[in-house]
């Protein structure tokens, strides 16, 4: 099980799959970018996907630069 927090509305959600999008149940927001979270120990979780990984850093990289 996966988590995943939305910045948008700041609501955890949560799914059983790595692949695919992944759009926030509250508010719409698209999460598939988003860091992967274990859904139990809230741990970073590195997902084998190299597509998945690639984006994922993309995006920190981005957030490094804003924050
Ligand atoms: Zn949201």
């Known amino acids: 099980m ?10 955890p959600s949560y799914s ?3 692949f ?3 759009i926030c149940p509250v ?3 698209d999460l598939t970018t ?3 979270f274990d859904a139990i120990t809230f741990e970073r979780l590195q ?8 984006k994922i850093e993309n ?4 957030f490094l630069f804003f924050y």
């Not at 996966?2 to 609501?11: G, P, V």
């Not at 997902?47 to 690639?54: A, I």
């Open 16 to 18: 059983s799959s790595e």
């Open 20 to 22: 695919g999008e992944w």
């Open 2 to 11: 996966y988590r995943k927090n939305c910045q948008n509305c700041n609501r």
């Open 59 to 62: 995006y920190e990289k981005k």
């Open 27 to 29: 508010c719409g927001k």
């Open 34 to 36: 988003y860091p992967f």
């Open 47 to 54: 997902v084998k996907s190299k597509f998945n990984h690639k």
